[in-house]
């Protein structure tokens, strides 16, 4: 469920049923349970779509506007932009982070699989502070373990070793 926007979407037939918002939480509790009660036993007949890449031909440049544009985005991987280019990557400062957990990094993975000419880039990042140091130091091995929990789905001891290395 989409908490935002309050969309339902079964991920077997690829129904969808928008709760309206602002709705008191019990009735919107209320609804997800009829509407996961409903499709329990539907047909897998959806496959969500592709998530969205962005050419690799295109130049640095227009790959940072769809990054900022379309990418997924956190304030450690708007960070990891920020301080390797110098380009503000939101209008407003919202402060600089480095990942705190697996989600963060993996945004920060996919900011460097849209644009890889930011790794050229690292010693700038290791140079910001001890954390990220430690990051772009180990930044292979927990890309591993990242991609490792991506296709399994399943901890993988990713979190625990990014708080040992000061996240
Ligand atoms: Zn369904």
Redesign the pocket.
Known sequence: MDMSTGELL?S????TYKITLPAPIDMFVAQGKVFTNS?RN?TKTWTPPPKPVVDSSLSMDVRIEWWLARGERGISSNTMLEVITGRMATRQPFGMSHPYDPADFRRCHLLLQAVPELREGFPKLAAHNAVWAALVEHWDELTALLLEQMKTNKANGMYQRMKQLGC
């Open positions: 079964c077997n037939c690829g129904t499709h539907c």
